[in-house]
């Protein structure tokens, strides 16, 4: 089983999760939180493994950044599932040395919230006018309150 | 620069039967655009069916899509290049104001096209069916020449 | 004595309106004589914010922009959405409408690949397929047209079912286009596969390993023409598809031809898949009973993904039990695709660049979102 | 006096080319007073696919056509000394212009046949045996 | 002083005769493109502007002539505004000493097949103009490769030509013409037949080697920059190009004006747009190739066939 191979491969790095996924509800074999910089280390593993990096995204909260990689396999049905919280205003490093397809997705998901990944290539915009000064997928938390919810309903 | 009354309704009937369209598509509608261009509804008929590459050699900007920011200054660009008598067709809402993409705090696209580039012919729909792109070249030929086609197309009934 | 030229390369813009950039794609190369030094695509141009679109627009708002991700296989990201959004509310879709959705995807993916086709004959400069490959086209659009109302933009699929039941007549207008096809491929058989000017300019051009597929995350017919048998319908059975039997044909090389093979073939699976899905279609009703009026998913989060024409299509929603979602990632196939370009594209000439880029069968607004 | 055939001919292409070369300006001219005139900023930038230019046309091509320019002069001199060939062919001699002519064909194929093994027809980015 | 008198009277009527076939030729043969790509492709073509579109071409004329002509900035302004007119220079020669029927020849020169190969190079120097001085970086590619490829075809083409010449002895076309009494050249050579078309779709630039003009390449090739009337002259040239080259392949291998019933110019305009049918028919049916495959197709392939075939030619000619 892939998903056992993984885990075990997983385990020396001393990850802050390792667990069986819920398929039938999230569609994950496996989920992972890791720090961020531990994150060349786990997708060094999941290459070695045969996966390849399905989407790099990730999601702004009040206090921080979660970068959430999905990783599958070509032969075997198997999801990972890696996230990394990630303080508001710090760097995380790249994987675009382990997969080069990362390049695009680290960009774009700079472009999109702002975030520096250290060691990468070529950090520019991708989606966005170079020229653009606002990152877009950042939430106002601000403005949020005020909304009332069956404001958004209607 | 000398404008003849006579001369200048011929031209002017000949610009309207000869709308050259340039190969520029943006998004959704340039595949109905293409379709208009292809063998059911063939733009050729009505002489408007050579889409030239290069905008020096072109009398019609089909806008057939969204205009992201990004996509403006060329969009403006392309327009100014292309020798005059020139016209320009919003085709699909995203063309004419936005359409489906427009929403206060939106941020990527250009809401209509006539806030770049004059445009006289308005399609609308999303993405608007070939024959609607048909009727809004000939809605423009009626512009051009104020009269019509050299012969009318007759209705379909 | 002559002084040498400064610098030997010089840049050239390629799109955004450029007749092979298929849209708003601009690629910056550099070039020394007709060689390509460097491929740089800049995307962008096509940038619509869906995915912050998606934020600011509860589920049912949201499922209209799938038509337009990519609007050339809409049909494939309704469903992928549908998908998302039902595992995230629990809710079970009844076997008629899986079959619905199965049939009309498929129809949708013929044409998609029917397109490209002819739009990357276009781009090797035959234009005659092209209009051969739209005219098959209009028939599919005909039965579509009737069924879910629209000709390009679908959005047809509901959380729970779809909103339209099939009748005889587009069951016997799926068999009639499906005899029409077989019949036609084999002209495009003496017409294009055939042809010595297209086996020249496609066979070892543009050639990718099966590393590079991994390493970069393709998916679909990039995968496959590597000799990757990946395709979500078989190796992470969704909808109704574990039901029919149909292969993945996949291509030994790697190369452009392989590419192209890969398309035609997977269009007579295609083919085979409809015409099973109408033999067994079972009756039955075509919606969930229970729908939620208000779709107010509990805080949670859920990755579905479906094979669309251009490989796979995954969709991660974040919820937070609001009625809107919190985040909605699109991972589209082309983004992973097309970044390969410039890693395939060095030391090629601009002919074959342009056949390359035409065989990733790049949709613009998808990659842009 | 008798005018030689030759200039009747000088004058008819001499005209041809005066009419042909009016005929061409004229409706330029034409152009030039009927139409409208356009404006905008970028109108006169030089066209790259709707982008600003990013460096000059200007700059030297390929050295491959180098190559090409060079087998051709050699091969389209040689080959305009058959034209006379062909006039006198086959008045008189019985074999010697074949195997002139042979021998002369056989040279210049020669060439083809080295350029060949050299690698000229093979392109590459850096040609690197030549 | 009466032949000259004479002289003067052919001159003027040929040259009126000439500058109306030109104009005519080339109106009706972008409708016949058009027309004859439509009906290959399913589809009607134009129909719409006069009885199945035949004024179409004409509203299509008179609409560039009612357009702007833009010379960008940064262009060298007199070779770009020069390259137009060059191109039409060798149009209206070459139709000096075209025979289209036993008397209807402007002027039969000695040296017409040289005179028209001559002037066909000056295409390509007026191509070299318009795409380098036009300072786009696709105009350049464009010219740049159209001198490649038109001087890689211009050796075949010779060696085919030489081939028929070999056999009438005479650089009169009227000579050639009249050396085809008993049976059309293209029975004894058939080779040189298919060299000749292949060298002549390269030489005026139609797919599958229209490379100069490869529009998902090149956008628009060569004239990418040229507006109006200016790219009216060049798109004039190429049909009239056409017209010529199918033309040459008449009086060379079909025979020229001979024909039986109809009149000898009735058969020769036949036979023309016959052969320009059939490079349309190549236009519409096949991809493009690339250029590399295109060079070293004309150097691997036609001219060492070119050879042999003169070769063959000369040893024939001993033989019977």
């Known amino acids: 089983m892939l998903s056992e191979n993984i885990k075990k491969a997983l385990g020396p790095l001393g990850l802050e999760k390792v667990a069986p996924g819920d398929y039938a509800k999230t569609g994950y074999h496996l989920e992972v939180a890791a720090a961020p910089n531990q994150m060349p280390a786990v997708a060094q593993v999941m290459r070695d493994q045969g996966c390849f990096l399905e989407s790099l995204t990730a999601l702004h909260f009040r206090e921080h950044f979660t970068l959430v990689y999905h990783f599958a396999h070509y032969e075997e049905l198997c999801r990972t599932v890696v996230k990394a919280v990630l303080p508001l205003g710090q760097q995380a490093p790249t994987i675009s040395h382990i997969y080069p397809g990362a390049n695009w997705y680290e960009r774009e998901v700079y472009d999109l919230f702002g975030i520096r990944f250290t060691g990468h290539p070529d950090l520019r915009r991708i989606l966005l006018p170079f020229e653009a000064d606002f990152h877009p997928l950042l939430k106002q938390f601000e403005e949020e309150a005020e909304k009332s919810e069956t404001k958004a309903d209607a | 620069m000398i404008k003849i009354g006579l001369l200048e309704e011929a031209l002017n009937l000949a610009r309207a039967n000869s709308l050259w369209p340039m190969t520029f598509g943006l998004a959704c509608c340039a595949i109905e655009m293409m379709a208009a261009g292809a063998a059911r509804f063939d733009l050729d008929r009505f002489g408007a069916g050579v889409f030239r590459p290069s905008p020096r050699q072109c009398d019609l900007m089909i806008v057939a899509g969204t205009i992201s920011k990004k996509m403006a200054p060329a969009v403006v660009r392309l327009w100014e290049q292309m020798p005059a008598p020139k016209w320009v067709i919003a085709m699909g809402n995203c063309a004419i104001s936005g359409g489906p993409f427009y929403y206060p705090t939106q941020y990527a696209i250009v809401p209509g096209a006539d806030l770049i580039i004059p445009v006289d012919v308005y399609v609308p729909g999303c993405p608007p069916r070939p024959e609607g792109l048909i009727e809004g070249i000939l809605m423009l030929e009626e512009k051009i020449t104020k009269r019509g086609r050299l012969r009318k197309f007759r209705d379909v009934k | 004595?002559?002084?040498?030229?400064?610098?030997?390369?010089?840049?050239?813009?390629?799109?955004?309106?450029?007749?092979?950039?298929?849209?708003?794609?601009?690629?910056?190369?550099?070039?020394?004589?007709?060689?390509?030094?460097?491929?740089?695509?800049?995307?962008?141009?096509?940038?619509?914010?869906?995915?912050?679109?998606?934020?600011?627009?509860?589920?049912?708002?949201?499922?209209?922009?799938?038509?337009?991700?990519?609007?050339?296989?809409?049909?494939?990201?309704?469903?992928?959405?549908?998908?998302?959004?039902?595992?995230?509310?629990?809710?079970?879709?009844?076997?008629?409408?899986?079959?619905?959705?199965?049939?009309?995807?498929?129809?949708?993916?013929?044409?998609?690949?029917?397109?490209?086709?002819?739009?990357?004959?276009?781009?090797?400069?035959?234009?005659?397929?092209?209009?051969?490959?739209?005219?098959?086209?209009?028939?599919?659009?005909?039965?579509?047209?009737?069924?879910?109302?629209?000709?390009?933009?679908?959005?047809?699929?509901?959380?729970?079912?779809?909103?339209?039941?099939?009748?005889?007549?587009?069951?016997?207008?799926?068999?009639?286009?499906?005899?029409?096809?077989?019949?036609?491929?084999?002209?495009?058989?003496?017409?294009?596969?055939?042809?010595?000017?297209?086996?020249?300019?496609?066979?070892?051009?543009?050639?990718?390993?099966?590393?590079?597929?991994?390493?970069?995350?393709?998916?679909?017919?990039?995968?496959?023409?590597?000799?990757?048998?990946?395709?979500?319908?078989?190796?992470?059975?969704?909808?109704?598809?574990?039901?029919?039997?149909?292969?993945?044909?996949?291509?030994?090389?790697?190369?452009?031809?392989?590419?192209?093979?890969?398309?035609?073939?997977?269009?007579?699976?295609?083919?085979?898949?409809?015409?099973?899905?109408?033999?067994?279609?079972?009756?039955?009703?075509?919606?969930?009973?229970?729908?939620?009026?208000?779709?107010?998913?509990?805080?949670?989060?859920?990755?579905?993904?479906?094979?669309?024409?251009?490989?796979?299509?995954?969709?991660?929603?974040?919820?937070?039990?609001?009625?809107?979602?919190?985040?909605?990632?699109?991972?589209?196939?082309?983004?992973?695709?097309?970044?390969?370009?410039?890693?395939?594209?060095?030391?090629?000439?601009?002919?074959?660049?342009?056949?390359?880029?035409?065989?990733?069968?790049?949709?613009?607004?998808?990659?842009?979102r | 006096m008798e005018i030689p055939e030759a200039l009747y001919d000088f004058s008819y292409v001499l005209v041809f080319l005066v009419a042909a070369a009016l005929f061409a300006v004229g409706p330029l001219i034409l152009a030039y007073f009927i139409a409208p005139r356009s404006f905008g900023k970028t109108r006169d930038e030089t066209y790259e696919c709707g982008m600003p230019i990013l460096s000059s046309a200007w700059v030297q091509v390929a050295v491959i056509y180098y190559l090409f320019a060079l087998l051709f002069l050699a091969f389209d001199v040689d080959v305009l000394f058959l034209f006379p060939v062909l006039l006198a062919y086959g008045k008189g001699y019985i074999w010697r212009d074949l195997v002139e002519i042979t021998i002369f064909i056989g040279i210049l194929s020669l060439v083809i046949v080295y350029a060949w093994c050299r690698g000229v027809f093979t392109w590459k980015r850096k040609p690197e045996n030549l | 002083m009466t032949i000259f008198g004479s002289d003067l009277f052919r001159m003027i009527v040929g040259l009126i005769g000439v500058i109306a076939l030109v104009s005519v030729n080339a109106l009706f043969l972008i409708w016949m493109e058009r027309k004859v790509a439509a009906h290959m492709q399913l589809r009607p073509g134009p129909m719409e502007v006069g009885w199945h579109g035949s004024i179409q071409t004409v509203a299509d004329a008179l609409k560039l002539l009612g357009k702007e002509l833009i010379t960008p900035a940064e262009v060298d302004r007199p070779v770009y505004l020069l390259a137009p007119i060059v191109i039409f220079l060798p149009v209206l020669v070459s139709f000096l000493v075209i025979p289209f029927a036993p008397n209807l020849i402007i002027r039969d020169m000695n040296v017409g097949v040289l005179l028209i190969l001559a002037f066909a190079a000056l295409t390509v120097l007026a191509i070299l103009m318009a795409g380098w001085a036009s300072n786009n970086k696709y105009s350049a590619f464009g010219a740049i490769r159209s001198v490649a490829q038109n001087v890689a075809y211009e050796i075949p083409l010779l060696i085919t030509v030489m081939s028929v010449i070999l056999m009438v002895g005479s650089f009169r076309l009227t000579d050639i013409v009249a050396a085809q009494e008993r049976y059309w050249f293209i029975l004894i050579q058939p080779l040189a037949f298919i060299l000749y078309i292949t060298c002549a779709t390269a030489e005026t630039n139609r797919a599958p080697f229209d490379l100069p003009e490869a529009e998902s390449e090149l956008v628009a090739g060569f004239h990418t920059e040229y507006s109006g009337m200016r790219f009216a002259l060049f798109f004039l040239a190429e049909y009239t190009n056409m017209f010529i080259v199918s033309a040459l392949a008449t009086i060379f291998f079909l025979g020229g004006w001979r024909g039986p019933f109809l009149p000898g110019w009735a058969w020769f305009f036949i036979k023309v747009y016959a052969m320009i049918f059939l490079i349309m028919w190549f236009r519409w049916t096949f991809p493009r190739v690339r250029f590399d495959q295109l060079i070293t197709f004309a150097w691997k392939i036609l001219i060492p066939l070119a050879f042999a075939n003169l070769l063959l030619t000369a040893f024939l000619m001993k033989i019977f």
Request: proline share 6%; aromatic share 10%.
């Open chain 3, 1 to 368: 004595m002559l002084e040498p030229l400064e610098e030997k390369t010089y840049i050239l813009n390629l799109g955004p309106q450029h007749p092979s950039t298929h849209g708003v794609l601009r690629v910056v190369l550099e070039m020394e004589g007709e060689f390509i030094v460097k491929a740089d695509p800049d995307i962008g141009y096509g940038h619509r914010g869906h995915e912050h679109m998606a934020e600011n627009r509860n589920y049912l708002q949201f499922l209209p922009n799938m038509g337009r991700v990519d609007y050339l296989h809409a049909l494939a990201f309704n469903h992928g959405y549908c998908m998302a959004v039902e595992k995230l509310i629990g809710l079970e879709v009844p076997e008629r409408a899986e079959f619905i959705r199965v049939i009309t995807a498929e129809l949708n993916r013929i044409a998609s690949h029917l397109l490209w086709v002819g739009a990357y004959l276009l781009d090797l400069g035959a234009f005659t397929p092209f209009l051969y490959c739209f005219d098959d086209r209009e028939n599919i659009l005909d039965l579509l047209d009737r069924i879910t109302g629209s000709r390009l933009t679908y959005c047809f699929y509901r959380f729970g079912g779809v909103p339209q039941d099939i009748d005889q007549e587009f069951i016997d207008g799926c068999r009639a286009f499906a005899k029409r096809l077989r019949r036609r491929w084999k002209d495009y058989d003496n017409l294009v596969t055939k042809n010595i000017i297209f086996i020249e300019r496609t066979k070892g051009i543009g050639v990718i390993t099966k590393e590079q597929c991994r390493l970069y995350g393709l998916t679909g017919p990039m995968a496959r023409g590597s000799g990757i048998p990946y395709d979500i319908r078989k190796s992470e059975p969704y909808s109704a598809y574990p039901l029919f039997d149909f292969e993945i044909p996949i291509g030994e090389n790697g190369d452009i031809m392989d590419r192209y093979l890969v398309r035609m073939r997977e269009m007579e699976q295609s083919l085979r898949i409809i015409e099973q899905a109408l033999d067994k279609l079972p009756n039955g009703p075509i919606m969930a009973e229970k729908v939620p009026k208000r779709i107010k998913p509990a805080a949670g989060e859920v990755y579905a993904a479906v094979e669309t024409a251009r490989g796979e299509f995954g969709c991660y929603i974040v919820s937070q039990g609001d009625v809107k979602p919190y985040r909605i990632k699109l991972r589209v196939p082309s983004f992973a695709n097309l970044s390969i370009l410039p890693e395939i594209s060095r030391d090629t000439l601009v002919a074959d660049f342009v056949a390359i880029l035409g065989s990733i069968d790049v949709v613009v607004p998808e990659i842009d």
